[in-house]
C-alpha cells in the first residue's frame, strides 16, 4: 500500500513540446506529492509540491495536475528545453502522521532533443 | 547560505567492513532523514531524526543505524557491508515535517 507507481519509464520530447510524466498511489494516507528533478551525480532538487485541496498547482514551466479520486498526479513540462533533459521523480508523503518518510516513484529519464 | 551538505563524496570499502557517513542540515533544519538509492532506482527512506531521537524507521536491517548530535547534523553507520550495499547514499534535511531538500550524496562502493 506505500508504492508509488510511475510512468513511463523514459520519455524524449523535442525541444519547444510538452513533457508528461504520470504517477499513481494507492495510500489513501498520503496528503503531500512533490516532484524531483535528478541530474547525473547530483542528489534529487526539489522541484515543485501539491497537497491534495488543490487540483493543480504551477510554478513557471511546470504544472502539477492533482486527481484525488483517481488517486493520479502528474508533471506537466511547457515548452520543454535541453536543460530540462535529466531524470524526474515523484514521491508521496504523509505529513499527518509523526514523521514524513518520502516514498518514491522508480523515476522517469526524459531526454529533450534540439 | 549552504545547503545540504555531506561527506565524503566518494567511499571505497570491502566486504564485512563498516562505514560511517556524515550530513550536515540547511541552516535553520531540524530533521535528518537518510535514503539508499540503487543505481537506476529512486532514493529508497532509511530513517529519519529529529531531536537527537529516531523517529521514524523505513524496511532496512539493523545494520544500519544513526546519530543525530545536538547542532542537527547527523551520521549514517552501516556495518558488516555487503555488495548489495553499493548505492548513493543520500541525507535530506527540513524544518520538522515540511519539504525535505537533498544533499549531493556520497556514493558507497563494495568490493
Known amino acids: 500500500q506505500q508504492q508509488v507507481k510511475q510512468s513511463p519509464q523514459s520519455l524524449i520530447v523535442q525541444k519547444g513540446g510538452i513533457s508528461i510524466i504520470n504517477c499513481a498511489y494507492e495510500?489513501?494516507?498520503?496528503?503531500?506529492f512533490p516532484w524531483y528533478q535528478q541530474f547525473p551525480g547530483k542528489g534529487p532538487a526539489l522541484l515543485i509540491a501539491?497537497?491534495?485541496?488543490?487540483s493543480e498547482k504551477k510554478e513557471g514551466r511546470f504544472t502539477i495536475s492533482f486527481n484525488k479520486s483517481a488517486k493520479q498526479f502528474s508533471l506537466h513540462i511547457m515548452d520543454s528545453q535541453p536543460g530540462d533533459s535529466a531524470t524526474y521523480f515523484c514521491?508521496?508523503?504523509?505529513?499527518?502522521?509523526?514523521?514524513?518518510?518520502?516514498?518514491f516513484g522508480t523515476g522517469t529519464r526524459l531526454q529533450v532533443t534540439l | 547560505d549552504a545547503g545540504v551538505t555531506q561527506s565524503p563524496t566518494h567511499l571505497i570499502k570491502t566486504r564485512g567492513q563498516q562505514v560511517t557517513l556524515r550530513c550536515s542540515p540547511k541552516?535553520?533544519?531540524?530533521?535528518v532523514s537518510w535514503y539508499q538509492q540503487a543505481l537506476g532506482q529512486g532514493p529508497q527512506f532509511i530513517f529519519q531524526?529529529?531531536?537527537?531521537?529516531?523517529?521514524q524507521r523505513g524496511n532496512f536491517p539493523d545494520r544500519f543505524s544513526g546519530h543525530q548530535f545536538p547542532n542537527y547534523s547527523s551520521e549514517l553507520n552501516v556495518n558488516a557491508l555487503w555488495l548489495g550495499d553499493s548505492a548513493l547514499y543520500l541525507c535530506?534535511?527540513?524544518?520538522?515535517?515540511?519539504?525535505?531538500?537533498f544533499g549531493p550524496g556520497t556514493r558507497l562502493t563494495v568490493l
Open positions: 514521491a508521496a508523503s504523509a505529513l499527518t502522521g509523526t514523521a514524513s518518510k518520502l516514498t
Open positions: 531524526y529529529y531531536e537527537e531521537e529516531e523517529r
Open positions: 541552516s535553520g533544519h531540524d530533521t
Open positions: 535530506a534535511s527540513s524544518r520538522d515535517l515540511d519539504e525535505q531538500f
Open positions: 501539491i497537497r491534495p485541496d488543490v
Open positions: 495510500n489513501t494516507a498520503f496528503d503531500y
